[in-house]
């Protein structure tokens, strides 16, 4: 499955942004869904994720009750709306598939899109 997100851009501290993740060649229902996100010299951190189904979803702390995941199915596509955005979010965001568990780990993850820049100003 080729993934690609898109959405991200130069916003402000304290806007809203939502981020595409789109799957092209498989359907996305079959695989959780997760967000990740990369800032220059730091390590890949797990941003939150989806189940197969939308039923549940799990977030890192310091995103928790700011950022929303969901997707469309349908669509063959994942979101990431992301709210009360602040300079430590600037990141490049990257969507990643995977056919086992839900959970943060990358190391698990099948499948990954090329990233979407975010910038964050204070």
């Known amino acids: 499955v080729q993934l690609q997100a898109f959405g991200g851009g130069s916003v402000q501290a304290g806007d809203s942004l939502r981020l595409s993740c789109a799957a092209s060649?498989?359907?996305?229902?079959?695989?959780?869904m997760g967000w990740f996100r990369q800032s220059p010299g730091k390590e890949r951190e797990f941003v939150g994720a989806i189940s197969w189904g939308g039923g549940s979803t799990v977030y890192a702390d310091s995103v928790k009750g700011r950022f929303t995941i969901s997707r469309d199915n349908a669509k063959n596509t994942v979101y990431l709306q992301m709210n009360s955005l602040k300079p430590e979010d600037t990141a490049v965001y990257y969507c990643?598939?995977?056919?086992?568990?839900?959970?943060?780990?990358?190391?698990?993850?099948?499948?990954w899109g090329q990233g979407t820049l975010v910038t964050v100003s204070s």
């Open positions: 060649g498989r359907t996305l229902s079959r695989y959780n």
């Open positions: 990643a598939a995977d056919r086992g568990a839900l959970g943060p780990d990358g190391r698990f993850y099948d499948y």
